[in-house]
């Protein structure tokens, strides 16, 4: 029986492992995908909010902008990238002012630092592509960019560093009461734990529903984006926002912390838990709304669309403490969750301690050092990096030029990559303008060889995603 057990790897669930490594307690988290970051945490606007959209008043609030402010300080100590761009809400009509004032006193009784209102001469020379339309916007200088990815990889290792274990492949099936804690059944097998997690993000409310009498629906609301080219990137500076509708934040157009230009999402309910297929329905409405805030928008240089799942539930709340003894949920996790993912790490991170008694762990160690980038390395740097491991000399991802070390390092951290797409979203190969046209096979003979497994068992995703069926010469 382990201490504590968590349901889902996303950037919450990892989150709250790393905030309870830092006691002394066996910690188990059990993910359903082959990987960590496989479900909402890897699909999203990779925004860090402000804080002022959230009612105030909310547990939602309350950690979207504790998370906020906690950001920075944890991407130093996990090396992940983030960057403080700000964020500006536009508003098009000047009979919206109104609603723009409620906003913007909404973040400050919120505790959202530096919000003040721009007009529009000073909002044309903070972002000169802003929509002739734009009569003035709400500017928040806390709001932040990040890679999702590498926030939840980061989070997941430094917990594994810390004597956090993971168990992929694993969804839960059932939950049953037993002496002194819970038993978890999962498609791999039962596990028991003293105290279980609920992080299971679009399922949490299928995982609540295993143990609690007061049934939770959580609606999968889908949001398609466009992801434009490098080239890009200097569109806008900032993330820009239009005043929220009845869907939440509505379009964005905002930079990312790789270069590229995002643009969505869409907010469409859906039944599956899994239908993350974009639509031409919802790609269409993005088309038609993101201009409204900015103009000339280069759609041409779209290099992918995707789409991923937000766990609405009506009440449009957090819902996080103890519903059963030893049960503890963290469920309904929509927008701001990824904001608010290092707050709610600690939240729940204290309930868990409360419950177990926890005491620190003197051996904790909160750093963490990201894959190697030789691309930021001084030529002379570089060089020497060659000359002591020739495969950062090798380059295999040619739009992202990304070397075969690289992939080396991906693959064997822990949580390590074991997938085409695990090693895209640790590296970026494939991520660029061919969209892995010209790298996959490479990094698959890659993972092959250090995997120890034969090609045609590498998925692209996990599951029944394999690329290679067979070898010709065998069906001759």
């Known amino acids: 029986m382990v201490d504590i057990l968590i ?17 002394k307690a066996s910690i188990l988290v059990l993910e359903r995908e082959e ?15 402000a804080g002022y959209d959230a009612k105030h008043g909310t547990l939602m609030a309350k950690l979207n902008v504790l998370g906020s402010e906690m950001m920075p300080k944890l991407s130093r100590e996990l090396d992940f990238h983030y960057k403080q761009n700000g ?6 009509d000047e009979n919206d002012r109104p609603n723009l004032m409620k906003l913007y ?45 590498g926030l939840t990889y980061a989070l997941a290792e430094n917990a594994a560093s810390n004597g956090a274990e993971f168990q992929f492949d694993s969804e839960v099936t059932g939950i049953e009461r037993i002496d002194g804690g819970w038993r978890v059944h999962t498609v791999r097998g039962d ?21 609690s009498d007061d049934p939770m629906t959580i609606i999968p609301r889908r949001g398609d984006y466009f992801l434009l080219d490098r080239t ?32 969505g999402p869409t907010a469409i309910d859906v039944e599956d838990p899994d239908a993350t297929a974009t639509t031409q329905t919802g790609l269409d409405a993005i088309r038609s709304k993101c ?18 799942l937000r766990a609405h539930e009506p009440r449009h709340e957090f819902f996080i403490g103890q519903i059963a003894p ?93 997938s085409i797409d695990g090693v895209k979203r640790r590296t970026r190969a494939g991520m660029g303008r061919c969209q892995g046209g010209f790298c996959s096979p490479r990094v698959l003979e890659i993972l092959s060889r250090e995997l120890g497994i034969p090609m045609d068992e590498i998925t692209k995703s996990g599951g029944n995603s394999r690329l290679i069926v067979g070898i010709n010469k065998d069906n001759l």
Not at 107 to 129: A, H
Not at 293 to 306: D, E, W, Y
Not at 401 to 418: C, L, N, Q, W, Y
Request: aromatic share 4%; with cysteine; glycine share 10%.
């Open 326 to 418: 030893g049960f503890v949920d963290c469920a309904a996790i929509e927008s701001p969750g990824l904001s608010s993912a290092p707050a709610i790490g600690v939240m729940v991170a204290d309930i868990v301690t409360g419950i177990l008694n926890l005491q620190p762990d003197p051996d904790f160690n909160g750093s963490r050092k990201g894959i190697l980038n030789p691309q930021e390395l001084s030529v002379d740097a570089y060089n020497a990096l060659i000359r002591e491991n020739p495969a950062y000399g090798t380059v295999i991802c040619r739009c992202e030029t990304v070397t075969e070390g690289e992939i080396i390092d991906a693959i064997r951290r822990t949580p390590g990559a074991k």
């Open 87 to 92: 964020s500006l809400v536009v508003m098009l």
């Open 105 to 149: 006193e909404n973040g400050v009784k919120n505790g959202v630092s530096g919000l003040r209102i721009v007009e529009r001469d000073e909002l044309v020379q903070m972002e000169p592509n802003i929509s002739d339309s734009a009569v003035a916007a709400l500017y928040a200088p806390t709001g932040a960019i990040v890679c999702p990815f």
């Open 7 to 23: 349901i889902g790897a996303g950037v919450c669930g990892c989150a709250i492992a790393r905030e309870l490594s830092r006691k």
């Open 191 to 211: 596990w028991e734990a003293k105290v279980v997690v609920n992080a299971a993000g679009v399922c949490s409310g299928k995982i609540h529903n295993m143990v």
């Open 35 to 49: 990987d960590v970051c496989c479900g909402t945490s890897k699909a999203n606007s990779a925004i860090v909010h």
């Open 291 to 308: 201009e409204r805030a900015v103009k000339n928008l280069p759609l041409r240089q779209t290099i992918t669309s995707f789409a991923g």
């Open 232 to 263: 890009t990137g200097g569109f806008v500076s900032r993330t820009v926002f239009q005043l929220p509708g009845k869907y939440g934040k509505g379009v964005l157009v905002a930079p990312t912390v790789h270069g590229n230009t995002i643009v």
